[in-house]
């Protein structure tokens, strides 16, 4: 069975991106998982080793770039993927996390603080300072024991940009 991982964030060293593509070459060659990667996002800065490393790899049929996406496009990648990957060593809130859990997709996320903050224990976690080969292990571990199960996000209570700002203007008005 093929395997669709799907990564959303500007294009940036921050949101290790290269982390996770280069473990990602391991899972395909040592591993030989059946898998593709859809990257979707804005170029940010420094990028240019990302795209070179996604355009020049012998894999081009198993990993792509997708930039200038629209929300209905966006919604439609995580319709159709079965796990996202967040990378980023650093994050303000972690918004793709919780696309995914209102698409019901998987979540394998870097162990840091606003991750633990927005994912609780509903994603599979792997170590901050994961190397490429440390990646694609836990990566394939997650394959071999959790990609068949089924996310269960009932008890995550998600709130819209409306009732926060209800509950903001309700707090400044008392």
């Not at 395997?3 to 060659?29: C, D, Q, S, W």
């Not at 995914?100 to 998987?106: E, L, S």
């Not at 901050?128 to 990646?135: E, I």
């Not at 996310?151 to 203007?169: A, C, G, H, Q, V």
């Amino acid at each position: 069975t093929k395997i669709k991982f799907l990564m959303v964030g500007t294009l940036e060293p921050r949101k290790g991106h290269m982390n996770v593509l280069k473990a990602f070459k391991i899972l395909i060659t040592k591993y030989k998982v059946n898998a593709t990667l859809d990257i979707v996002g804005n170029l940010g800065w420094d990028y240019d080793n990302i795209l070179n490393f996604i355009f020049k790899n012998k894999h081009t049929d198993k990993i792509y770039f997708h930039d200038s996406v629209d929300d209905i496009r966006l919604e439609q990648f995580y319709s159709q993927s079965d796990a996202l990957i967040a990378g980023s060593y650093d994050e303000g809130f972690g918004l793709p996390i919780v696309e995914a859990f209102y698409n019901d997709i998987k979540v394998i996320a870097r162990d840091i603080e606003v991750f633990r903050e927005v994912g609780q224990n509903k994603v599979f976690y792997f170590p901050k300072n994961s190397t490429p080969q440390q990646l694609a292990a836990y990566i394939n571990k997650w394959i071999n024991n959790n990609s068949q199960s089924l996310p269960k996000y009932e008890k995550m209570n998600f709130t819209t940009w409306e009732n926060t700002s209800d509950e903001i203007l309700k707090r400044i008005s008392n």
